[in-house]
């Protein structure tokens, strides 16, 4: 199993219009991606400009054939102009 962090930024103002995208994308990866196994989306209480997701894939092969969907891809195309700074993705595994 393969854990990825995702942390997005939105522009100050642009934050409603981000949050839209990435529920959006928790729908299509719920319905469409059964290799991956949790993929929650968080919203920062300190800052709320900050989105986090938590994923959970089979494998990184699961996780590199989400980034090839089209509705991962239309999210980036979508989100492109409402983010701050690009998305910072973290690699992880279960230690315990």
């Known amino acids: 199993m393969i854990i990825v962090t995702a942390l997005w930024k ?6 409603a219009d981000l949050e839209k995208y990435l529920k959006q994308t928790v729908t299509e990866v719920t319905k469409h991606e059964p290799k991956c196994l949790q993929y929650t989306l968080h919203g920062s209480l300190e ?19 989400h980034k090839r969907t089209g509705h991962f ?4 195309a979508a989100t492109e102009k409402l983010v701050a ?5 973290g690699f992880y ?3 315990e």
């Open 10 to 15: 939105s522009k100050l103002g642009k934050e």
């Open 47 to 65: 800052d709320p400009t900050r989105f986090f997701f938590y994923e959970q894939y089979v494998d990184k092969t699961s996780f590199e054939a």
């Open 73 to 76: 891809k239309q999210l980036l």
């Open 85 to 89: 700074e690009p998305v910072q993705i």
């Open 93 to 95: 595994e279960i230690i």
